[in-house]
């Protein structure tokens, strides 16, 4: 977590994210979303999505600070309060490698996708096989749920 919450200080005392807020003053952070090499993922740069009547913004912490806008059609999002994270950012995905190594270990992993919402963690294990394991915990760290998928459903 200490990453997220380094990045996220940084990214609070930015004069984009400052001009940002002005602008769009009931904008909330509802979540924050990474993306990696399994074996490189304490180099992943966070990005830090904030919600504001229809439209998103994506915040990019890394030697810059960069913002993508869209339009986001949802009002059933709800705000991530950070200070209600009740596990560290390599406890979680040494919980969720231990959820992978018991149910599906014969998985040649690739790269790990990980989501943080007002519900949880998401944690998605991407494989050279094209199957994706899906890993849902509470923001205390506690298994809600996994799953395996397949990518693509045919391949030539």
């Known amino acids: 977590m200490q990453i997220i ?3 996220f200080k940084r990214l609070e005392s930015s004069k984009e994210f400052k001009d940002f807020i002005k602008e769009n003053k009931k904008a909330f952070l509802c979540s924050v979303f990474m993306i990696s090499e399994v074996d490189s993922i304490s180099k992943a740069l966070p990005q830090f999505n904030y919600f504001n009547e ?4 994506t915040f990019t912490v890394s030697d810059k600070i960069t913002m993508e806008e869209s339009e986001y059609n949802t009002k059933d999002l709800k705000e991530l309060k950070l200070e209600h994270i009740k596990i560290g950012f390599k406890e979680i995905l040494n919980k969720s490698l231990e959820v992978i190594k018991e149910n599906y270990k014969s998985l040649n992993i690739l790269k790990v996708i990980l989501v943080l919402d007002s519900e949880g963690f998401e944690i998605t294990y991407l494989s050279t096989a094209l199957k994706a394991v899906v890993i849902k915990m509470d923001h205390s760290g506690n298994l809600i749920s996994h799953q395996q998928n397949q990518i693509v459903q045919s391949v030539l």
């Open 5 to 7: 919450k380094d990045s």
């Open 54 to 57: 229809g439209k998103s913004a």
